[in-house]
């Protein structure tokens, strides 16, 4: 069924990627153009929000969702790049490449469902089993397509391991359910590394462009129209998520909304199991895994969760502190205590006791998040300061990490 | 490419239309019960509106946009559709369809962007000219999925003309033109024939099932497979927007929404153009289209046309009148002028002048849709009544009309 072209690209796929940058900077310019133009629509609508972490916090009402315009022109653009990519068969006699097109259309629609999800929770304020659930079913075409083009199952197991556990092993439904989880993680693992100016779109585009960088390097190899399909998503989302960062950078005229984490959550994920190389994108995610392992015990209430994880503005330096959460010592489960004390000795949080006037033993500490982590190591820090530390972050362990695994250290563990 | 088999459905398509309508029936239930879970949600938002046509029109808020609940529901049944559908070819042995699977595919992503759409038309209230361009751009795949699986541009013509005209037309690009102006058309066409309690969802219910009735009919025929194609989405519909027709009857508990209109109205442009029977779906639309017709005057603004067209309750006998536009005489342009009287002529709107006490001759006339001059006709009617005429209207010149046109007079235009 699939056709294994063992040639590079061609002239009419370089043709299609000049197109694709050409429409990608014209769809950045008309995303930076609406977003004044709506602004006003936005605020009517009740979506905005005050900047908690600003001196004047409470005199500007802030746009928020603003994800959704750089979505719904990412999904015009990409209507258009299907039109093109496809335009060399648009004659009669010309075999259609249906095996190709469904994966197209199949990204598209998992996009296109997890935008829908990500509006409607900003409106609506959805519940976080919601969150969970949906991304699962917005994969559901992903898994088909994959069926239907690949139907491999089997993953190669690393060399240390071989003499154990053999050279392969097919994995079955165990891989379709491996799937369904990225796309799960991809589309929350953004939301919850968030709450600071510029900080959800920035770790996007830096995801981004190092899923771009990967696919350039890999254009040559053999499994080029994959990475040529990866590089038809990501050039027109940065094109139309870069004014999105411009505009919501500290200090932020803008906010990004679900719409944006999910948007960029999902285009990942799509791209990461379609483009087959779900391994390596999660390596651009080493940050986020971080994250999300750090906010388990918040996340699963093994520690009480305030809603806002965000720091906490220190108004006299204008400087951002770790945000703090507090409770009675003797409602710690002791699961919950192991954890405290796990994450204190390796100085992700930093918590103290103190006894209230009623003798009452009490516990403060740092949330967990690596947002916070920073703070707790870098002392206060200026809003941008943070940002630009934990872009710095992303790109260290998010992409030059990843490229030297996947580049250096694969050769210890896999045959070339 | 495309296989036509001769026979008729068989015994794991039974399975699967059984499916349908069991997990239908389950979505509708779902919706009927979300529908009050989320009632404070859509309130909170802003997404609520007044009822203006009850006497206590300024006491109650109303949830707007359920549409979007109804569409949300229906997209996350054909996921499971999908995968119910294409299970038959789910081992590795099995030829995977693409060709239809690509169907399914371009369907639900044309139908989830226009409900991304129509969600953010209510929330932000869009632009006129956003509600035109964008079913053009969601119409896109679907052209191109048209291209890869028919590519057949010609149009058998009726006999009466093929002396002079020939026997066939191929149209070519022109072709394509026209299935973007369905979905254009479908999709607004709906939201024009609006205002009264009920009657968005109920006229989508009545085309919904004129459609189901004559895939039935047609299941039986040579293109089972497509006429099964367009059932597996209308079953799901009409479960979907059932509980919100309880709903938004007269008095209406909650209202449909923009969403609920582009939602519907490209699901029956989707099918119409997949399932190859876009000239049959159209006659569903002949009271839609009587009442685009009728609106063209205003619409293109030949005749002033006021931000809301519905009828104007009469408070004492709570019941409804036509609503009324009025203008100077002197700026009427001679087009406008010839509009009204010829609309007038033929009992479509109902109109007279009067002077101002500065000697002004000003017009008053009744809006110019169907709903006015049902009730030019009718007299004041209680909203109730006037929603129930209007989809008698539809069934008659909707369903019953459509099918003695497509089953009797079809044979004295073409060869059976
Ligand atoms: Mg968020
Ligand atoms: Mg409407």
């Given amino acids: 069924m699939k056709q294994n072209h063992a040639s590079a690209i061609d002239r009419f796929d370089l043709f299609t990627l000049v197109f694709d940058i050409l429409i990608s900077i014209v769809g950045g310019i008309i995303v930076n153009?609406?977003?004044p133009i709506l602004k006003e629509k936005f605020i009517r609508a009740q979506l905005w929000g005050y900047d908690l972490n600003k001196r004047n916090s409470k005199e500007v009402k802030i746009a928020e969702s603003q994800g959704v315009i750089a979505a719904g022109i990412f999904l015009i653009l990409m209507f258009i790049m299907i039109a093109i990519v496809f335009s060399e068969h648009l004659h009669p006699l010309s075999d259609?490449?249906?095996?190709?097109f469904i994966e197209y259309l199949a990204a598209l629609l998992s996009i296109c469902c997890m935008v829908l999800l990500g509006f409607?929770?900003?409106v609506l304020d959805l519940r976080w089993s919601v969150k969970l659930l949906l991304p699962l079913i917005a994969s559901l075409p992903l898994?088909?397509?994959y069926f239907a083009n690949y139907h491999s199952t089997t993953i190669i197991l690393p060399k240390p391991v071989r003499p154990l556990l053999g050279h392969q092993?097919?994995?079955g439904i165990l891989y379709y359910a491996y799937m369904s989880m990225v796309s799960v993680f991809c589309t929350n693992a953004i939301n919850i590394l968030a709450g600071?100016?510029?900080l959800e779109v920035g770790q996007s585009i830096v995801i981004a462009s190092s899923i771009l960088m990967f696919n350039l390097v890999e254009l040559q190899g053999s499994c080029s129209?994959?990475?040529?399909?990866s590089l038809y998503f990501m050039i027109p989302f940065i094109g139309c998520t870069f004014p999105i960062l411009l505009r919501n950078w500290c200090p932020a005229q803008i906010f990004v909304g679900d719409t944006l984490c999910y948007f960029s959550g999902m285009t990942f994920a799509v791209v990461g199991i379609l483009g087959h190389f779900s391994k390596t994108m999660l390596l651009f995610f080493i940050p986020q895994i971080a994250n999300f392992l750090l906010s388990i015990p918040q996340l699963f209430h093994f520690i009480p969760c305030p809603r806002h994880r965000l720091p906490r503005l220190n108004p006299e330096l204008n400087k951002l502190n770790p945000s703090e959460v507090e409770f009675k010592k003797k409602d710690l489960k002791p699961l919950g205590w192991l954890m405290l004390r796990f994450f204190s000795a390796i100085k992700c949080v930093r918590y103290r006791e103190y006894k209230m006037h009623d003798n009452e033993v009490m516990i403060a500490t740092t949330n967990f998040t690596i947002i916070n982590t920073v703070l707790c190591w870098a002392g206060p820090l200026h809003e941008a300061t943070l940002t630009q530390i934990l872009l710095l972050i992303q790109i260290i362990f998010g992409t030059a990490l990843p490229f030297f695994i996947r580049y250096y250290l694969?050769?210890?563990?896999y045959d070339s």
Same sequence: chains 1, 2.
């Avoid at 259609?96 to 190709?100: D, E, G, R, V």
């Avoid at 694969?410 to 563990?413: D, E, G, I, Q, Y």
């Fill in 33 to 35: 153009r609406l977003i």
């Fill in 96 to 100: 259609f490449p249906h095996n190709k």
């Fill in 120 to 122: 409607a929770d900003d």
């Fill in 143 to 145: 898994l088909l397509v």
């Fill in 169 to 171: 092993w097919n994995l």
């Fill in 196 to 198: 600071v100016n510029g």
């Fill in 225 to 229: 129209e994959e990475h040529l399909f």
């Fill in 410 to 413: 694969v050769k210890f563990f």
